[in-house]
């Protein structure tokens, strides 16, 4: 589908505009938060962006030769009543933070989930991943989407990380940020206290634990708690949780990297819970 049939809007050529300017300013954190909007970039964030989320969908920008190459993106945002806007590949270049856009690019709106409504909507045995310190946004977004691969039921981002509505971390989402509940800006006590007020068992995935994964007690609703790439969970954090894990190192490595323990403690979790019939 070509734009000749998508909802016809002055094509934006300019990319000194006024329109250019907000939604390439999307890339500051204070922007963002003030507006409550964030940047999808590529063909990937948008195409799930329009699939999953069309109504935190406010406007797509896209140039004609990626509107030849990505149909399907054109008619479901069509189909969903969005706007969609012809750009030159300037002015999309102007927009987008990375210097590769590949021709598209959605504004979207935050979810703006608080945690108890994220907590009340939980299934009986929900897995819950918790990030607590993480600062670098690649890891941010590669343990979304590794929470969202292993059926993770929510995500919850503490006020000491990374957004995760920064372009980096919603392209290291690879879409999945769109895919699962994500509640971010809250601060790790008050996620832990909640988390302990419902039943819902706090571990700890730390290098310091006792435990290891393949002996944790994986059965009900559960939280993966996970600390700084640096330094882990501060022991003051590791205390106010149910179980400290580790997942065990059988080569020379010396540890894994935040993503991968996250990853591989999820898909324990949901391999406990496809046994449990799920």
């Given at each position: 589908?070509?734009?000749?049939r ?48 069309a ?18 993106i ?29 021709g ?29 310190h ?8 590669t ?12 995500v ?11 372009p ?6 690879a ?64 205390a ?39």
């Open positions: 589908m070509s734009l000749d998508a909802p016809r809007h002055p094509a934006l050529t300019n990319p000194r505009s006024d329109r250019v300017r907000s939604v390439r300013a999307l890339s500051r954190r204070s922007v963002r938060s003030r507006t409550g909007l964030f940047l999808a970039e590529g063909p990937q964030s948008v195409r799930e962006a329009v699939t999953h989320r109504d935190h969908v406010r406007d797509v920008y896209v140039t004609p030769e990626a509107a030849e190459r990505h149909t399907g054109i008619e479901r945002a069509t189909s969903a009543g969005l706007h969609v806007h012809e750009t030159s590949p300037d002015v999309l270049a102007a927009m987008a933070e990375t210097e590769t856009p590949q598209i690019v959605a504004v979207c709106r935050n979810a703006a989930l608080t945690l108890e409504d994220a907590l009340d909507a939980l299934p009986p045995d929900a897995v819950v991943c918790v990030l607590t993480v600062r670098d946004p690649g890891n941010a977004g343990v979304i989407r590794g929470a969202d691969a292993a059926g993770a039921d929510l919850v981002v503490s006020d000491a990380s990374v957004d995760v509505y920064a980096k971390v919603v392209r290291s989402t879409g999945s940020i769109f895919h699962l509940p994500v509640v971010v800006g809250v601060p790790v006590e008050q996620i832990l206290g909640a988390l302990g007020a419902r039943g819902i068992r706090r571990l700890a995935a730390d290098g310091a634990g006792t435990t290891l994964l393949p002996d944790a007690d994986l059965e009900g609703p559960h939280a993966w708690v996970m600390g700084n790439e640096a330094w882990g969970l501060p022991e003051e954090l590791r106010r949780c149910d179980d400290v894990v580790r997942v065990p190192i059988h080569g020379l490595a010396e540890s894994l990297n935040l993503a991968m323990a996250a990853t591989l403690c999820l898909y324990a979790s949901a391999g406990a819970r496809h046994r449990g019939g799920r």
